[in-house]
Nanobody, 129 residues
Framework: QVQLVESGGGSVQAGGSLRLSCAVA??????????MGWFRQAPGKEREGVAS???????FYADSVKGRFTISKDNANNTLSLQMNSLKPEDTAMYYC?????????????????????WGQGTQVTVSS
C-alpha cells in the first residue's frame, strides 16, 4: 500500500507562486518504478489532470498550466513536487497527488484520474484576484 501526503497549499494573490510537495511512503516497489501525477478538483467540477511524469522522467501538462507549472520527481527523497507560478484565480482547487506502478498507461492517459490507484488526501490552493 502506497501512502501519499501532500503539503504546500495555501492562499496567494494572482500572479504569485506556490510549491506543492507529495511525500511518498512505499512498501513494495522502488520509487523510480512509479508514474505519478498532480490533479485538482474545484467545487462542483470533475477532477482534472494538471501534470504528470512517467518512469523515464518525461513530463506532461494540461494546456491550462503549460508554461506556468513544473512537475518534478526527486528519486533520492521519494518526493513529487509541483512548482506553480503566475497563479490565476481559476487555479483555485484542491490539489491531489497520485501514483501507480505496473499498470497499463499510455502517454495520453497519464493525465487521466482513472490511470492511478493511489491518492493523497489533497491540499487546498486558493488564488485571489
Amino acid at each position: 500500500q502506497v501512502q501519499l501526503v501532500e503539503s504546500g497549499g495555501g492562499s496567494v494573490q494572482a500572479g504569485g507562486s506556490l510549491r506543492l510537495s507529495c511525500a511518498v511512503a512505499l512498501y513494495t516497489y522502488p520509487f523510480t518504478s512509479y508514474y505519478m501525477g498532480w490533479f485538482r478538483q474545484a467545487p462542483g467540477k470533475e477532477r482534472e489532470g494538471v501534470a504528470s511524469i512517467n518512469t523515464d522522467g518525461l513530463t506532461f501538462y494540461a494546456d491550462s498550466v503549460k508554461g506556468r507549472f513544473t512537475i518534478s520527481k526527486d528519486n533520492a527523497n521519494n518526493t513529487l513536487s509541483l512548482q506553480m507560478n503566475s497563479l490565476k484565480p481559476e487555479d483555485t482547487a484542491m490539489y491531489y497527488c497520485a501514483a501507480d506502478v505496473n499498470g497499463y498507461w499510455t502517454t495520453g492517459s497519464l493525465l487521466s484520474a482513472g490511470t492511478y490507484t493511489y491518492w493523497g488526501q489533497g491540499t487546498q490552493v486558493t488564488v485571489s484576484s
